[in-house]
T-cell receptor
Framework: ETGVTQTPRHLVMGMTNKKSLKCEQH?????MYWYKQSAKKPLELMFV???????ENNSVPSRFSPECPNSSHLFLHLHTLQPEDSALYLC?????????????FGPGTRLLVL | QKEVEQNSGPLSVPEGAIASLNCTYS??????FFWYRQYSGKSPELIMS????GDKEDGRFTAQLNKASQYVSLLIRDSQPSDSATYLC???????????FGPGTSLSVIP
């Protein structure tokens, strides 16, 4: 099983739908992250979970709701999204606590909001 | 001031040439520096990390770090068309759980 997996890989949803993105890491890491990447824009950090506790929420609208039931799984619940939320959503994991810590990314979920 | 800055490009180099990618950062307490490569439509993949001043070589890639100048670069020797991608510079500051990514530099290697 590859290090960080994400499902689904592609998602099309209407503005009134509710959907969830799933991320699973198989690397034994203790931190997980959600990033948003829009076309021609840099990676935007959305949420950080460190030892299952949310340590960062970068002013993300409440229509995005993260959940981290354990250190291997991370979800992003979506509801009443807007077309401008269409983007590539990337999950990453890392082992926090060393300066050499590196983030490993999943393949991403390509989201289109109609 | 943006925390991590890169020239957006596109940077075009002929096949076989050296591609030089640059990154500056604002947090003087930064300790860890990473270069990621991202192909169009794909997720970023780590290609180099560097933690101390000087050069670090891995195959055709060399990362260079100068903490006094708050500058990190990536050199790609013998550039290949397959190197065409966006290169992201990432910097970890004093807080271990926060990595800041630059906007990326688009590299095009012309056959």
């Amino acid at each position: 099983e590859t290090g960080v997996t994400q499902t689904p890989r592609h998602l099309v949803m209407g503005m009134t739908n509710k959907k969830s993105l799933k991320c699973e890491q198989h690397l034994g890491h203790n931190a997980m992250y959600w990033y948003k990447q829009s076309a021609k824009k840099p990676l935007e950090l959305m949420f950080v979970y460190n030892f299952k506790e949310q340590t960062e929420n970068n002013s993300v609208p409440s229509r995005f709701s993260p959940e981290c039931p354990n250190s291997s799984h991370l979800f992003l619940h979506l509801h009443t999204l807007q077309p401008e939320d269409s983007a590539l959503y990337l999950c990453a994991s890392s082992q926090v606590g060393t300066a050499q810590e590196t983030q490993y990314f999943g393949p991403g979920t390509r989201l289109l909001v109609l | 001031q943006k925390e991590v800055e890169q020239n957006s490009g596109p940077l075009s180099v002929p096949e076989g040439a050296i591609a030089s990618l640059n990154c500056t950062y604002s947090d003087r307490g930064s300790q860890s520096f990473f270069w990621y490569r991202q192909y169009s439509g794909k997720s970023p993949e780590l290609i180099m990390s560097i933690y101390s001043n000087g050069d670090k070589e891995d195959g055709r890639f060399t990362a260079q770090l100068n903490k006094a100048s708050q500058y990190v670069s990536l050199l790609i020797r013998d550039s290949q068309p397959s190197d065409s991608a966006t290169y992201l510079c990432a910097v970890r500051g004093a807080s271990y759980d926060k990595v800041i990514f630059g906007p990326g530099t688009s590299l095009s290697v012309i056959p």
